[in-house]
């Protein structure tokens, strides 16, 4: 025999559904997976964009292009250049660089998990 709670609970009208609060729940949940979607503009420095805000732009050659920068100029002589290296990247705007080479290679990977079909060919 059922508790006199759950017998309450049964026949109240709060916890039963209707076609009404079945179609709004359905609307909530799509609402939200949209809210949710994020718009993503995958290109490289060769086709620059000019997003609109919210709109997320990964830029294919932006780890390479940050690799360049941190690889200029340095001697041929490897632990002098390793040691040059170490102090570019010491400061505070050598964790800025490795922040946005961070950046970068997410940005890319993300791009690759879409699986576009054109976005790594070259």
Do not use: N, Y
Request: net charge positive; proline share 8%; glycine share 4%.
């Amino acid at each position: 025999m059922p508790s006199p709670a759950f017998s309450s609970l049964a026949r109240s009208r709060v916890f039963q559904a209707t076609p009404l609060t079945t179609v709004l729940a359905v609307i909530g949940i799509v609402v939200s997976a949209t809210a949710c979607a994020e718009t993503l503009v995958v290109t490289d420095s060769r086709h620059p964009v000019v997003a609109p805000e919210g709109v997320r732009v990964i830029l294919l050659d932006e780890p390479d292009r940050i690799q360049q920068t941190l690889s200029a100029d340095l001697p041929h002589d490897p632990q002098a250049a390793a040691a040059l290296v170490q102090r570019r990247l010491g400061g505070p705007a050598g964790k800025a660089t490795l922040e946005r080479l961070r950046l970068a290679h997410q940005g890319v990977t993300d791009a690759w998990s879409l699986k576009l079909p054109r976005a790594f060919r070259r």
